[in-house]
């Protein structure tokens, strides 16, 4: 109940003068109508005929109305997502004190019309924008959306093979790892390197600068796995762009952290190619080592990055109640909420009715670490921090956040499982059924019109000069990289060829010498066998291969390339990730 009081308040914070992003609240006579229903339920009125009139009344002036026509394009753009929750919190919250779990007969026809209403509003402005934005938490599902994003033909910047699906423009890209800290320990540069470099490399920083480029090229979808926007200079600032449909999943806190940690061990055994030196740096760590590697991973990371820049590289032990009660304002602003916890059936029907995506996340299954470490000879336990316990009680901040966006994912869940029932369909001229397995018929769902620009006269995206000159200059670097990292590949297979054939010309003379004195006939070398080892001594068996994959690649800028080519080419974040996670 206190987390749905949470709901029902979240527009106070805006309306009693606190520095909060509300966009929604922006919008004419929202204030008003949140007023209202705050002044209703005070009166002991919500959930009454007078309420209900009120809400249809302010989505169907304002959004949306009912019709069998196709949707009016051109019309407002915000589907007043936390007003929309603020509703439903007070309709649940009503229903299990005051109406004793019985909705009274005479509001019944009303609320389902309400109901039908608020989830044309979502619809509607899903089809007017065009573009997702999705917030990629890491370890959350964001590279299996990806995935999805692609299996519903959804256009985007490129579906490198890691499915990160960013506008390498944005520089969205993530700063996990501490790289000074990481030299110092081992001598070497550590991947995701960049903690501490805050703002992004770029002059498209404001959501308008953001909306208008993708907006001219096309996007119907892409991710972004650094922090929300606009917070760098005053973090009060900070928010999602209300000009994208905004997406966003969600994970148990000790459950991310975890898949996080076996995440960073397992590419770090593979960019090390020495055991003896992965061994001295991740055998029996503890929190103290993590605190300065990866401050960020184990530090409330979900909070951080809703929280903008700054926040994100704030000291260890520095969010609390004011931090968890801004980034909740935020999250309930979200035009979509799934919870990777609440099993396929919820999601999928989140999915299909919330975006027009047939193709869910049921279907895929990216980055199983468990065939990932077999692959690599690895067990993930003696890695791992020694205290991980005292690392998961300090995720306290993130818990919180992530307990009131249960509450509205289950009002999002209670919205679409009523409108499903009483018939609604994202897209009513189609059956989704039909367009299951062609990605070109489905045209991103929801988005299938993709951006516009704001007053833009057009019913749909239009290729343009802009698109012309930027996917032009992206092709050309992505050729050029993919050229020289061909003639790099093949300079290092001629450097290793000709020091094989110097050292077999040297085995040969010295074998020719001994003759058969040196021969080893047989022994107990290592290799024989298993992978295993115990829990309070590193092993000494030399560096796992990398699995042999043979298969080319077939995105876009490397073809030709074999898959041990691979690399980060165009706008792909995880430069040369390991084959088994780029090549399949």
């Known amino acids: 109940m206190a987390l749905l009081n949470v709901a029902v308040d979240m527009p106070r914070f805006k309306i009693d003068g606190a520095k909060y992003k509300v966009p929604e609240l922006d919008e004419p006579g929202a204030v008003d109508f949140a007023k209202q229903l705050i002044a209703m339920a005070a009166a002991g009125n919500d959930c009454s005929s007078e309420w209900i009139a009120a809400i249809r009344s302010f989505f169907t002036s304002n959004v949306a109305n009912m019709t069998t026509k196709s949707p009016n394009v051109f019309g407002k753009r915000q589907a007043f997502p936390a007003l929309r929750r603020m509703i439903l919190a007070q309709l649940v919250k009503a229903w299990v004190t005051r109406m004793q779990r019985q909705l009274p007969g005479q509001i019944e026809e009303g609320l389902q019309q309400m109901f039908l209403e608020l989830y044309e509003a979502h619809r509607v402005v899903a089809i007017r924008k065009g573009i997702m934005e999705y917030f990629h938490i890491s370890k959350a599902g964001g590279t299996s959306w990806c995935h999805a994003a692609k299996n519903n033909g959804c256009r985007a910047q490129i579906y490198d093979s890691a499915y990160i699906c960013q506008i390498s423009q944005f520089d969205d890209r993530v700063r996990w ?30 959501c308008a600068q953001r909306h208008e480029f993708a907006a001219l090229m096309g996007y119907q979808y892409f991710s972004n796995e650094y922090t929300l926007h606009e917070g760098f200079e005053d973090p009060a600032n900070v928010g999602i762009c209300h000009q994208f449909f905004n997406v966003i999943l969600i994970r148990h806190p000790h459950k991310r952290l975890l898949s996080h940690l076996k995440f960073v061990v397992l590419q770090m055994k593979w960019d090390y190619r020495n055991n003896d030196l992965f061994n001295r740096t991740f055998w029996g760590t503890d929190s103290e080592f993590w605190d300065q590697f990866g401050p960020v991973l184990v530090d409330n990371y979900m909070l951080r990055g809703m929280l ?64 990932a470490a077999q692959r ?51 897209l009513p001229s189609l059956d989704l059924r039909e367009l299951h397995g062609n990605p070109r018929a489905i045209h991103c769902g929801l988005f299938r019109r993709g951006p516009r620009l704001p007053g833009s006269s057009d019913e749909r995206w239009m290729p343009n000069d802009f698109f012309s000159k930027v996917t032009a200059e992206m092709l050309a670097a992505r050729q050029a990289a993919a050229a020289k990292a061909a003639a790099r590949a093949k300079a290092v297979r001629a450097a290793k060829e000709a020091a094989a054939a110097a050292a077999q010309g040297q085995g040969m003379q010295a074998a020719g010498g001994r003759g058969l004195q040196g021969l080893d006939l047989g022994g107990e070398g290592e290799g024989r066998g298993g992978g295993g080892h115990s829990l309070t001594h590193p092993p000494s068996h030399p560096p796992a291969r990398a699995p042999n994959l043979t298969t080319s690649t077939k995105e876009e800028g490397v073809q030709g390339l074999e898959c041990s080519e691979c690399m980060c080419l165009g706008s792909s974040t995880y430069c040369n990730m390991q084959n088994m996670f780029l090549c399949s």
Do not use: C
């Not at 999928?348 to 009715?353: N, V, W």
């Not at 998961?392 to 966006?405: L, V």
């Open 376 to 426: 690599l000879n690895l067990t993930y336990d003696p890695y791992l921090p020694r205290d991980l316990d005292f690392l998961y009680d300090r995720q306290a901040p993130d818990m919180e956040w992530y307990n009131f966006g249960r509450v509205l994912v289950r009002l999002d869940e209670l919205l679409m499982s009523v409108v499903a029932a009483l018939g609604a369909k994202p």
């Open 177 to 206: 790892l501490n790289n000074n800290f990481h030299v110092r320990r081992t001598g070497r540069g550590a991947r995701w390197g960049s903690w501490g470099r805050a703002k992004r490399v770029t002059n498209l920083t404001s």
């Open 308 to 371: 903008g820049e700054t926040v994100y590289h704030a000291p260890i032990g520095s969010l609390g109640a004011e931090e968890i009660a801004r980034a909740r304002a935020i999250l309930q602003q979200y035009d979509l909420i799934i919870d990777l916890e609440e099993g396929h059936d919820a999601v999928d029907q989140l999915i299909e009715l919330g975006v027009g995506w047939p193709h869910t996340l049921r279907e895929i299954h990216d980055k199983d670490s468990v065939k």
